[in-house]
């Protein structure tokens, strides 16, 4: 399941889009819940927003079920994600993810693509508060294993995914479209704790 990620690093052209906070600080453990960079195209300009990671529609009265991934399989057909599938969807930029494995004691990977940045599948929605309209999204995850991944997107699929007139059918082919091969790196238990946000994360195992 992809429950945390990282992004600490970016370049002077991502960090020039429109929507880049000024205050920006680096993250090496981002949960659901967390204030997370969400890229996506408003006017036909590419613009970054800072989003609640976990989904959370206008018309959503609990909002204890704020959903934080996304099944590629059923977006189609879930309420709770067909509308955005169909009308919002952004990515989450990042430097790397992290995935836990093993049975009696789970060991942590880092996760990373060939490049410093990938770009997680995602969809978002508004929803007002007392005046203010805060933005929410939701991570789009693919079975590996048996584990959940979040779906990659390369620089084309990017371009597709984030116009909103791409067709369904464009959009269902993505979402089952090859994922790009990753390194992994093993590494220590401190990003266990959730607490810790720093540079400690990537802590490489012994």
Request: net charge neutral; glycine share 6%; charged share 15%.
């Amino acid at each position: 399941m992809c429950g945390r990620y990282a992004l600490f690093r970016w370049s002077p052209a991502f960090a020039a889009l429109s929507g880049f906070p000024a205050d920006q600080q680096p993250h090496w453990s981002l949960a659901p819940g967390a204030s997370v960079l969400l890229l996506r195209q408003v006017d036909d300009e590419l613009q970054l927003s800072s989003v609640r990671w976990g989904l959370t529609p206008a018309w959503l009265t609990d909002f204890t079920c704020t959903p934080a991934q996304a099944r590629a399989e059923t977006l189609a057909e879930q309420p709770m994600f067909r509308d955005a599938f169909r009308l919002r969807r952004g990515v989450l930029p990042a430097n790397g993810f992290y995935e836990w494995r093993g049975t009696a004691r789970k060991r942590p990977y880092w996760m990373t693509g060939a490049d410093s940045l990938i770009y997680f599948a995602a969809l978002w929605e508004a929803y007002p508060v007392q005046g203010h309209t805060y933005l929410s999204a939701a991570v789009v995850t693919l079975p590996a294993a048996n584990q959940r991944r979040p779906l990659l997107l390369d620089q084309a699929g990017m371009t597709a995914w984030l116009d909103p007139h791409t067709p369904i059918d464009v959009l269902q082919a993505l979402l089952t479209a090859p994922q790009p091969g990753l390194r992994e790196r093993p590494l220590a238990t401190l990003v266990n704790d959730p607490k810790l946000d720093a540079p400690e994360c990537l802590t490489p195992a012994n």
